[in-house]
Protein backbone atom coordinates (compact mmCIF):
# COMPACT_ATOMS: atom_id res chain seq x y z
CA UNK A 1 0.00 0.00 0.00
CA UNK A 2 2.76 2.42 0.83
CA UNK A 3 4.80 1.72 -2.52
CA UNK A 4 1.17 2.51 -4.62
CA UNK A 5 0.98 5.87 -2.69
CA UNK A 6 4.48 6.25 -4.56
CA UNK A 7 2.86 6.67 -7.52
CA UNK A 8 -0.20 7.81 -7.12
CA UNK A 9 -0.32 10.03 -3.38
CA UNK A 10 -4.78 10.43 -3.86
CA UNK A 11 -5.16 6.57 -2.28
CA UNK A 12 -3.91 8.32 0.89
CA UNK A 13 -7.11 8.64 2.65
CA UNK A 14 -7.64 5.07 1.49
CA UNK A 15 -4.89 3.48 3.17
CA UNK A 16 -5.44 5.91 6.41
CA UNK A 17 -9.02 4.45 6.48
CA UNK A 18 -7.50 0.62 6.07
CA UNK A 19 -5.13 1.29 9.45
CA UNK A 20 -7.65 2.85 11.55
CA UNK A 21 -10.60 -0.16 10.20
CA UNK A 22 -8.64 -3.10 9.97
CA UNK A 23 -5.32 -2.41 11.41
CA UNK A 24 -2.52 -3.91 11.24
CA UNK A 25 -0.64 -7.60 11.82
CA UNK A 26 3.14 -6.69 12.02
CA UNK A 27 5.00 -5.59 14.76
CA UNK A 28 6.37 -1.65 14.25
CA UNK A 29 9.65 -0.98 13.73
CA UNK A 30 12.02 2.18 12.71
CA UNK A 31 12.43 0.93 9.24
CA UNK A 32 8.78 1.01 8.28
CA UNK A 33 8.21 4.04 10.01
CA UNK A 34 11.07 6.06 7.63
CA UNK A 35 9.40 3.82 4.60
CA UNK A 36 5.78 5.19 5.95
CA UNK A 37 7.73 8.85 6.17
CA UNK A 38 9.50 8.73 2.56
CA UNK A 39 6.78 6.85 0.98
CA UNK A 40 3.41 9.05 2.57
CA UNK A 41 5.61 12.36 1.70
CA UNK A 42 5.98 12.68 5.52
CA UNK A 43 2.07 13.19 5.99
CA UNK A 44 1.05 13.76 10.05
CA UNK A 45 -2.11 11.59 8.89
CA UNK A 46 -0.43 8.99 7.59
CA UNK A 47 1.91 8.96 10.31
CA UNK A 48 -0.43 8.91 12.99
CA UNK A 49 -2.47 6.74 11.75
CA UNK A 50 0.31 4.23 11.27
CA UNK A 51 1.19 4.71 15.01
CA UNK A 52 -2.28 4.76 16.12
CA UNK A 53 -2.66 0.91 14.37
CA UNK A 54 0.88 -0.21 16.12
CA UNK A 55 -0.38 0.72 19.60
CA UNK A 56 -3.75 -1.34 18.99
CA UNK A 57 -1.99 -4.38 17.91
CA UNK A 58 0.40 -4.05 20.95
CA UNK A 59 -1.73 -3.28 23.41
CA UNK A 60 -4.18 -6.18 22.51
CA UNK A 61 -6.96 -4.17 21.24
CA UNK A 62 -9.73 -6.35 20.17
CA UNK A 63 -11.98 -5.55 16.26
CA UNK A 64 -15.18 -3.46 16.50
CA UNK A 65 -18.46 -5.13 17.00
CA UNK A 66 -20.44 -5.03 13.72
CA UNK A 67 -22.85 -3.01 12.90
CA UNK A 68 -26.84 -4.75 13.48
CA UNK A 69 -27.20 -4.38 9.73
CA UNK A 70 -23.84 -5.97 9.27
CA UNK A 71 -24.89 -9.25 11.21
CA UNK A 72 -28.23 -9.13 10.12
CA UNK A 73 -26.41 -9.43 6.70
CA UNK A 74 -24.12 -12.04 7.97
CA UNK A 75 -26.56 -14.04 9.67
CA UNK A 76 -28.84 -13.85 6.40
CA UNK A 77 -26.39 -15.32 4.46
CA UNK A 78 -25.10 -18.13 6.74
CA UNK A 79 -28.91 -19.04 6.56
CA UNK A 80 -28.93 -19.38 3.20
CA UNK A 81 -25.65 -21.04 3.07
CA UNK A 82 -26.91 -23.96 5.10
CA UNK A 83 -30.12 -24.15 3.70
CA UNK A 84 -28.22 -25.15 0.47
CA UNK A 85 -25.85 -27.59 2.22
CA UNK A 86 -28.92 -29.24 3.30
CA UNK A 87 -30.64 -29.50 0.25
CA UNK A 88 -27.70 -31.00 -0.93
CA UNK A 89 -27.21 -34.16 1.68
CA UNK A 90 -28.45 -37.46 1.44
CA UNK A 91 -32.06 -38.56 2.96
CA UNK A 92 -30.27 -41.28 4.89
CA UNK A 93 -27.70 -41.81 7.59
CA UNK A 94 -25.71 -44.37 7.38
CA UNK A 95 -23.92 -46.33 10.72
CA UNK A 96 -21.19 -48.57 11.10
CA UNK A 97 -21.02 -50.95 13.93
CA UNK A 98 -17.49 -52.91 14.71
CA UNK A 99 -17.39 -55.63 16.79
CA UNK A 100 -13.67 -57.29 17.39
CA UNK A 101 -13.71 -61.13 17.19
CA UNK A 102 -10.85 -62.74 19.06
CA UNK A 103 -9.35 -65.91 17.95
CA UNK A 104 -10.33 -67.13 21.02
CA UNK A 105 -13.95 -67.54 20.63
CA UNK A 106 -14.32 -64.44 22.76
CA UNK A 107 -16.03 -60.59 21.94
CA UNK A 108 -14.61 -57.12 23.04
CA UNK A 109 -17.21 -54.37 21.71
CA UNK A 110 -15.16 -51.22 23.41
CA UNK A 111 -11.58 -51.84 23.29
CA UNK A 112 -8.97 -53.10 20.44
CA UNK A 113 -6.02 -55.28 21.08
CA UNK A 114 -3.92 -55.43 17.94
CA UNK A 115 -2.54 -58.59 16.65
CA UNK A 116 -5.64 -60.50 18.76
CA UNK A 117 -8.14 -60.78 16.47
CA UNK A 118 -10.26 -60.06 13.19
CA UNK A 119 -12.29 -56.72 12.82
CA UNK A 120 -15.65 -56.98 10.96
CA UNK A 121 -17.93 -54.00 10.30
CA UNK A 122 -21.52 -54.53 9.34
CA UNK A 123 -23.01 -51.55 7.64
CA UNK A 124 -26.42 -50.44 8.42
CA UNK A 125 -28.39 -47.98 6.50
CA UNK A 126 -31.63 -45.74 7.63
CA UNK A 127 -34.03 -44.03 5.74
Do not use: C, H, W
Request: proline letters at 3%; hydrophobic letters at 35%.
Amino acid sequence: MLYALDKDFSGRTGVVEALRKRGIDFVVTDGLRSLTRSKGRNDDELKRAFEEAGRRRSAGATATPLSEKEAAAIIEQTRKKTLEAVEEMPDFVETRIGTLKFFDGSRDDKTTRPGRGQFSVIPMTSF
